[in-house]
Each structure stands twice: as structure tokens, then as C-alpha cells.
């Protein structure tokens, strides 16, 4: 009688996470020996004797909350970390998937030593502003994370949107005017999200339906905008401000609980209803796009529309929604540009914003995350030159270089990132039945 032999399970293969090329490996682990050497030579060796004062309180609190560190000492620590990373990336590397997260922990501990360099030396009374620094940070990132969260809902399904700059610029004048008409700042704000649709709409349909180059019609939308609400404010802003370009703005609203918490409070929870609104749409493009069926076939449009076409997807329906969807979005930012901030409009008020927006696309990997993110490095990058004009650092920053430290640190980061990271399969590509 023959044996019989139970059948032997398949073995379970697990996923392995590939590592950098050698040349990556090598030519990253030198970059994070750099920014250690800068660290440990330039912001420890060259900060002033003494401590680094941070404030951690609102100004104008009667009791504020410092913190003081050893600045030299902080700086060497850092750097010594960074040195830590290099050396084990040089000797076994990172993988692909922690290389990410490596690469953020070795920023923020760029910025923490730079920050102990500034702060070096300040007056205990007077110390660096570190939660104004973060607040400013917020306060000029939110529309270009808005701005951006209209970017990658329009390339997600295949369009390229380099309109973004045109449909902040329409949304922050729209919001200018029709908030000065009604003297209703909610009023301001859905004129605002139309009229970056109405340009969403013609981006739509002249790439769309008429298949005009993506980045062609994008510059030629942007340059619309731009003279024709130049021409507006001229013929009716300029001559008759008081009723037409005198809206109110919106005042902080301090949520209960969450804005009494030291630090985190005021720094998030102390705000106005459009930066609270900007938080959940931020939540709400994330799942949409990743948990939900509309994402998936969102994805799946971007990424193979002849695929998607053929198990019934709608690709044009669904381009047309989202390239508008990105508009209303997009003029959202608008809005916080003018009744969000300052009020009044003036000439493009926008100043590059949406072309910022998209290099945080770009620098984001387009997801929604990566984007914000992105977009809250370049605020930073914006609100650090702000802090640094009044600040007496060791060595004295020109005033040139600190204007263009926030578009220095967005080429950088684009510039990083030229072919290492892809867009999706489809994006710019029309399609055609």
C-alpha cells in the first residue's frame, strides 16, 4: 500500500522592500554628511556663546513661556545625529520606503540647528519667536495647500493644471468684490470658489474636449486672469474703492478645549473659519481619494483611461468633474488671499502663489499629504526670511537673499526631484475614443 503524503502548504514569500542604487545610496549619504559637517562646523562652531531663547507663548502674554538651549551644543548634537545617518547609509543604506522619512528627519534637524544658530545669543526678554515663526508658517501656507489640493485633484485624473496661479487670482478678486457688494464675507467666499471654477471649466474644456496643450492653455489662463481682473480693478476697484473693494475680513475664532492647549493651541486651534475649513478639506480629498470608489476610478482615469474606459468608466465625465472640482478649490485659496488676510485686492495679488502650489504637487509626489507638506515647507521657508529681517543672527543675512529664500528653497526642492519621481501615467495625455 502506498503512502500517502499530505500536500505541503506553498511557502509564504514575503514582500521585500528593495534598497537604493549604489550611486543613490552613496550619493545621498553624502548629502546627509554635508548638511552634518554644516551643522556641526557652521551652526555650532559659529553660534554665539550662550543659550538659545525660544518663545513658546502668543505675544503679548504677561508670563510668556521660553525655552533656553546651549546653542552650540544643540547644534554639534544634531549635526552628530545627521552624521549617524550618513554613516549607516553609506554602510548598509536605507530602503526605499524609510528613505522618505529619513530624508524629512534630516531637514527638520537642518532647521532645528539653523534655528539654534539664530536664536544664539538673543536677550532673554527678547527671544526668538518660535510659535509666531510656526504661526506665520500656517498662516502663509494655507493657500497654497489649497492650491495644491486643486492640482492634484485635476492631474490625478489626467490634466495638468499650471492654471492655478489664474484660478487664485479670479477667486481673490471675485471674493474682493462680491464681499464688498453684499458686505457678506460668505457671499465673498462662494463667488470666490465659482469663479475659480469658471476657470477650472475653461481648462476643462479647451484641453478636453478641444485637446489644447495642457501647459500652453494653463500659461494662456493664467495671463486671462491676470489682465482681465487687472482691468477690472482699474476700471472700477481703483476709481470707486469704498464700494468696491472694502471687504471685511474674517476674525479668529478660538475653538474651546483644543485652543487652550499650551503651544498647539493657538498655534492651530486660534483661527479663522477658512484656515478650520482648509483642515477639512485637507482630511477629506485624502479619503476620498485613497478609501472611496470615485478615488479609485479617479486613479484609475489618471493612470490607464483606455483600461478604465473599457470597464465603463466615464473618463471624460470624469476629468470634466475633477479639473472643475480643482477650480472651485483653487479659488478657495483665492479667497483667503484677500478676505482670508489683507481685505482689499490689488494687481495680482497672488504673486506666484499657484505656481508654488505646483511645485508643491510636484515636490508632494501628488497625494494630497505629500502636497501639504511641501506646501508647509515652502510657508516656512516664506515666514523664516519675515523673522530673520529683524533678527541679530551671528552673521548678518543680506536682505536679498532673504526675499528669495521661500522660491530658492521650492527650486531646490523641485529640482531634487527631476526624475525620480513620476507623475501619473496619463497626465497631460488626451484622451480620445
Known sequence: MSAVTAEEPAPVVAAVDPRLSG?????????????????????GLGAHAGSASFGLSPAGTAHPTVLRLPAEASAI??????????AWQLARGFSRRVMPWVTAAALALVVLAFLCWAASGVADDNPFQLLGLLQNSVFLAVPLVLGALGGVLCERSGVINVAIEGQMLTGAF????????????GAGVVAAVL????????????????LVNQVVLGVVLNLFAAGLTGFAYDALMQKHTDQFNTPAIFSPVKIPLLGDIPFVGPLLFDTTVLVYLTYVLIAVVDVALFRTRWGLRTRAVGEHPKAADTVGIKVLRTRYVNTVLGGFVAGLGGAYITIGTVGAFSKNI??????IALAAVIFGRWSPRGAVGAALLFGFADALQTVLSFTQTP?????????????????????GLVGRVRAPAADGEPYVK
Open 350 to 355: 497672488s504673486s506666484g502663489k499657484g505656481f
Open 23 to 43: 550611486r543613490r545610496r552613496t550619493a545621498s549619504g553624502v548629502g546627509l554628511g554635508v548638511a552634518a559637517l554644516l551643522c556641526v562646523v557652521g551652526f
Open 77 to 86: 548634537l544634531l549635526g552628530l545625529v545627521l552624521a549617524a545617518l550618513a
Open 174 to 185: 471675485a471674493a474682493a468684490l462680491v464681499g464688498t457688494i453684499t458686505h457678506n464675507l
Open 395 to 415: 552673521v548678518q543675512i543680506p536682505s536679498s537673499f532673504l526675499a528669495m529664500a521661500p522660491y530658492l528653497a521650492t527650486i531646490l526642492a523641485v529640482a
Open 195 to 210: 469663479a475659480g471654477g469658471l476657470i477650472g471649466a475653461m481648462l476643462a474644456v479647451f484641453a478636453i474636449r478641444y
